[in-house]
């Protein structure tokens, strides 16, 4: 983990309080796995908690990354007002990201997210088509006008869409997605999104053994020290790991959504 001042190339606004923002600098040398998030110093002097936000995007032939993210707060306020030109001090690359290893050129991949935990998984995507893994993508979203990136995913693979609300793709959620592919068998798993999708997720694919998920929980440090981020282990409740440097990305069972 390494911290620099990046530079911002450009920001543009995918859809209602929703921005994709490219930073240039030396760290993206650093960022190798899709999952991996950076911790963002909010350029406010009152806000003093980094923001842990996910790669979307890694090109490290012109040293820039991609984030896309949704104003919440003050803190991803504050980001949507910049523009290229200035700057932002950034910590990371940051976490364990997703596990890419036990998959092989012709195996299949199921690529599964919901609303803001949609953009880890385009980096995700890339690695594994560029591993020769064949991949199908199921995302959910509040209704079509707060839908993005759908086109891009496309160009990676086939690309299923569920709205809350049915103005694009099928009504419902994900979950109603996965239905229609029960018996499907893929390779692996992987998602990201609100706890109640990981759930599904994880029920959904109980008894596969390469399921993982990527868990969001509020974080301070972003490093391992606070124990802000805890959540629990599924075979001892007592015991408890660390969402920021043990995940977010863990496999399906291990912790306690
Ligand atoms: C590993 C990780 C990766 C993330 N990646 C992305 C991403 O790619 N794009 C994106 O838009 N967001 C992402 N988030 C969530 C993002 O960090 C929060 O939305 C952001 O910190 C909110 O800051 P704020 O100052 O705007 O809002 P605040 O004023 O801090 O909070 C506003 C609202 O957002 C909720 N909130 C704040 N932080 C979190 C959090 N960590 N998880 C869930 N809800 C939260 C609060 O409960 C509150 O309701 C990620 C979070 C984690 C832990
Ligand atoms: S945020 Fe401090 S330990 Fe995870």
């Known amino acids: 983990m390494k911290q620099e001042v990046m530079e911002i190339i450009q920001q543009n606004q995918l859809a209602p309080r929703i921005f994709e923002l490219t930073l240039k600098g030396e760290l993206v040398q650093e960022m190798k796995r899709p999952g991996q998030f950076i911790h963002i110093r909010v350029p406010k002097a009152d806000l003093l908690l980094r923001r842990p936000i996910s790669l979307n995007k890694i090109d490290p032939s012109t040293n820039t990354c991609r984030i896309i993210y949704r104003v919440e707060g003050d803190g991803t306020k504050s980001f949507s007002t910049l523009t290229a030109g200035d700057t932002l001090d950034v910590m990371g690359p940051l976490g364990n990201g997703f596990d890419l290893t036990g998959l092989k050129a012709g195996d299949f991949a199921f690529i599964i997210g919901g609303g803001i935990g949609i953009p880890p998984l385009y980096e995700l995507s890339h690695q594994l088509k560029a591993k020769g893994v064949k991949v199908k993508h199921f995302l959910g979203f509040a209704s079509a006008d707060v839908m993005y990136d759908e086109e891009k995913f496309r160009q990676l693979g086939e690309t299923k869409i569920a709205t809350d609300d049915g103005s694009a793709g099928v009504k419902g959620n994900v979950g109603n997605l996965l ?79």
């Open 179 to 257: 239905l229609a592919e029960e018996n499907k068998k893929p390779d692996a798993v992987f998602a990201c999104g609100a706890n109640g999708m990981l759930k599904a997720v994880e029920h959904f694919f109980h008894t596969h053994p390469n399921v993982q998920l990527s868990l969001e929980s509020r974080m301070a440090c972003g490093i391992g020290a606070c124990y802000a981020c805890v959540c629990h282990k599924a075979e001892d409740e007592t015991k408890s790991v660390k969402v920021c440097d043990e995940g977010p990305i863990f496999k399906a069972g291990e912790v306690i959504l």
